[in-house]
């Protein structure tokens, strides 16, 4: 039952976001909206910001893993990709709350996810210490949410293949040498 109440609260709000913005929609509306009570929507969420990162974060790991487990990371970063195609409204409208904290953290959790799976593989002989290790991780993570920020602000026009590609380009080998790099740091 729970979990149906989600998702109905999720289709409240995506239709709310059809008729007005994100900062005019109140917990009231996406109570009213579903047919419930706002305390009900208080038992499941703190806020409507907590409602949109379960969204982001249920939605998108039913989107990528509907098809299996993605066999690399550029499968994963397409398939996010494809999400945000197949729901450019949602996303579009709402971009600009992952400037808050708990939504900064969970898209930097998922870049770190990804960039992790890039050059972990590649520089697993490099001995280098965690503080390191996680700040070139970090660095990488950061620039990825940049990409994707970029690519939502602009209307996602660029072709989610080419951003892969580049990003493939510019990451594969750049994580063996930064590592190696930092290493030899004193």
């Known amino acids: 039952m729970t979990e149906m109440t989600k998702k109905a609260l999720a289709l409240s709000l995506k239709k709310l976001l059809e008729k007005k913005p994100l900062s005019k929609i109140t917990v009231t ?14 038992y499941h969420f703190r806020d409507i910001y907590d409602l949109l990162e379960w969204i982001y974060v249920s939605e998108t790991e039913e989107y990528i893993l509907r098809e299996g487990v993605p066999a690399n990371w550029q499968e994963s970063l397409t398939r996010l990709f494809q999400y945000c195609l197949e729901n450019k409204k949602f996303v579009v409208t709402t971009y600009v709350f992952f400037q808050k904290d708990n939504m900064f953290q969970f898209i930097h959790k998922h870049a770190a996810l990804i960039v992790g799976r890039i050059i972990e593989s590649d520089v697993e002989s490099v001995e280098i210490s965690c503080e390191k290790r996680n700040f070139a991780l970090d660095f990488y993570a950061y620039a990825l949410e940049g990409i994707v920020y970029a690519w939502i602000k602009n209307g996602m026009k660029q072709k989610p293949e080419e951003i892969i590609g580049m990003l493939s380009a510019m990451i594969e080998g750049s994580g063996r040498i930064t590592f190696q790099h930092l290493a030899e740091m004193r």
């Open 29 to 42: 509306d996406i109570a009213a909206e579903c047919g419930i009570n706002r305390h009900t929507f208080y």
